[in-house]
């Protein structure tokens, strides 16, 4: 078999025709290619994801199954549920990189927020949609803080299955519950967190055969690798000294982690860059077993402005250990305040992003002025999502509370003076 499911703790080897995602010994499991056969089959390389234009159903591939040979080599072109989704920008800014204390030469922002639902959830989406149509699951579900609901009700809409999402009461922004309405999944709203939305999640898989969606899946974790892949081919496989991105659940560090160390085992980079992980300071409990050496890990009653990453109990937490060891990464946290402050910066910049993507910038922030990032290092950050995801942000800090850098509209009279005041 060239994949196959794998156990992170005891080895314990399952089908991928196996509808689990845990071991019977509990541990969380992963999608283990045999890369040694991979590249020998298809002759895997820089220069072939660099000049391949293969197509998917007669669109080009790009994205995510770009690299369909590393994520899902087992399934038919033809059975594929995919919305073009990847092939984001990595963007330049020099007003960031002023703020942020970098040469604009040392920055990249790279916009999951420019995938088809807004964020980089549709890039794990598509690979799970399509194992859980090839699996023949009629029905697939989730836990949601809103990113997630929005896109497995995109993709199951597509792959014309059942999509049931359940999301915490009063947790979830208007900009993403509306798109899970709007796409036509059942949507349950649960009296109490997203923790309490998982375990459900949990119990749905056992009891009812819903298949789920949320990054418990190691499906979801193969598609989620290809930020990374993507990255290096628009950076020409230069390597950056640093990603720097949110974590909640922490599925994007388990997936980056795992992407990169694919990479070196194939030969496609010879260094590992250094991962910084962004919690909440309200939201941090990976934050905090970091600290503690990861000696364990503490669940918490979440609470923070960035909804994205509102999450007390990170199930993917073992796998986001490994990440961090194979990357020497590490982990800090950044108060909501700091959040609002980089968002206002991004946004000003004319790049916009939700809050959660932002947390990203207020770490860099926090980790320049640490030492820890130096100012000559190139560094990428993760921008996991659109400003639109979350409009009453915007509104709150520039209008309702009036944050420091706050830009709130003004009322004037119907006249031309008064608009000539504003120029």
């Known amino acids: 078999m060239i994949s196959l499911l794998q ?15 845990t071991c019977d010994c509990g541990s969380l499991l992963d999608v283990l290619h045999d890369l040694d056969a991979l590249k020998k089959q ?34 038919g072109d033809e059975d594929v549920i995919s919305k073009q989704e990847g092939n984001t920008r990595l963007y330049r800014n020099k007003k960031t990189a002023a703020w942020l204390g970098l040469d604009h030469t040392k920055l990249y922002l790279k916009h999951e927020g420019e995938n088809p639902t807004g964020s980089f959830k549709d890039r794990g ?32 809409s597509e792959a014309g299955v059942t999509g049931l999402v359940l999301i915490p009461k009063g947790s979830v922004a208007i900009g993403k519950i509306s798109q899970a309405l709007a796409y036509g999944t059942k949507t349950l709203v649960v009296d109490g967190d997203f923790d309490d939305c998982m375990r459900l999640i949990r119990e749905a898989q056992e009891t009812l055969q819903a ?20 990255t290096l081919v628009q950076l020409e496989w230069r390597v950056p000294d640093w990603f720097v991105f949110p974590g909640g659940n922490l599925g994007n ?15 496609l980079i010879d260094k590992m860059p250094r991962f910084a992980v962004i919690q909440a300071s309200g939201a941090s409990p990976f934050y905090k077993a970091y600290k503690n050496n990861f000696a364990g890990l503490v669940p918490e009653k979440a609470d923070t402005i960035a909804t994205a990453i509102k999450i007390g109990d990170p199930v993917n937490y073992t796998k986001a250990v490994r990440s961090i060891r194979w990357t020497n990464g590490v982990v800090e946290s950044v108060s909501d305040e700091e959040i609002l402050e980089a968002k206002a910066h991004v946004d000003g910049s004319g790049i916009g992003a939700e809050p959660a993507s932002c947390a990203t910038v207020a770490g860099m922030k926090v980790l320049i002025d640490a030492g820890v990032i130096r100012k000559n290092e190139t560094v990428v950050g993760i921008l996991t999502g659109n400003i639109l995801k979350d409009p009453q942000s915007i509104v709150d800090y520039h209008i309702t509370h009036k944050g420091v850098h706050a830009n709130p509209p003004a009322d004037i009279d119907a006249s031309i003076d008064e608009v000539k005041k504003y120029l």
Not at 132 to 143: M, P
Not at 215 to 228: A, C, D, H, V, Y
């Open 125 to 156: 989406m598509t690979v799970a949609i399509t194992q859980a149509r090839a699996l023949r699951q009629r029905a697939v579900t989730c836990a949601s803080t809103g990113n997630t609901s929005a896109s497995l009700a995109a993709y199951a």
């Open 42 to 75: 298809f002759g895997i390389s820089q220069a072939y994801y660099s000049t391949k234009r293969a197509k998917i159903q007669g669109q080009p591939t790009g994205g995510v199954w770009h690299f369909k040979e590393l994520v899902l080599p087992s399934i």
């Open 211 to 230: 298949y789920p969606l949320n990054s418990i899946n190691p499906f979801r974790l193969e598609g989620q690798k290809t930020i990374m892949w993507e």
């Open 253 to 267: 560090t388990s997936a980056f982690g795992k992407a990169l160390h694919e990479a070196f085992e194939l030969g």
């Open 7 to 21: 156990c992170i703790a005891c080895g314990k080897k399952y089908s991928l025709s196996d509808v689990r995602f």
